[in-house]
């Protein structure tokens, strides 16, 4: 199925390294094969930086995920990051833009 369609990009396997985030995602993803009977496979770096293959009563979905990093190749993102959250602002009240 999916396999069978040639990527749109091949840019990403030659530098496979610099990827590491993208890699874990994937792996973290591939875990859900484990816990959720709908997901069958995990494709990576084959049109998104990986893809999630849901069998729901025998249909065929894909999810296509890409993987962000910050700007440096090596940087290593703080938790505040990740939700988003200004650690400038003490006040929590104030993450909100509510």
Same mark, same amino acid.
């Given at each position: 199925?999916?396999?069978?369609? /040639?990527?749109? +990009?091949?840019? =990403?396997?030659?530098?496979? =390294?610099?990827?590491?985030?993208?890699?874990?995602?994937?792996?973290?993803?591939?875990?859900?094969?484990?816990?959720?009977?709908?997901?069958?496979?995990?494709?990576?770096?084959? !049109?998104?930086?990986?893809?999630?293959?849901?069998?729901?009563?025998?249909?065929? %979905?894909?999810? %296509?995920?890409?993987?962000?990093?910050? =700007?440096? /190749?090596? !940087?290593?993102?703080?938790?505040? +990051?990740? %939700? =988003?959250?200004?650690?400038?602002?003490?006040?929590? /009240? /104030?993450?909100?833009?509510?």
């Amino acid at each position: 199925m999916l396999e069978e369609i /040639k990527p749109r +990009e091949q840019a =990403g396997r030659d530098s496979f =390294g610099r990827y590491r985030a993208q890699v874990r995602s994937a792996a973290i993803a591939s875990l859900s094969i484990l816990e959720d009977k709908d997901v069958d496979r995990i494709y990576c770096d084959l !049109h998104d930086d990986f893809v999630v293959r849901l069998n729901i009563e025998g249909q065929y %979905f894909y999810v %296509f995920y890409q993987v962000k990093t910050n =700007g440096k /190749k090596n !940087h290593n993102w703080t938790i505040n +990051e990740i %939700f =988003g959250l200004n650690t400038q602002i003490k006040d929590l /009240k /104030k993450q909100c833009n509510e």
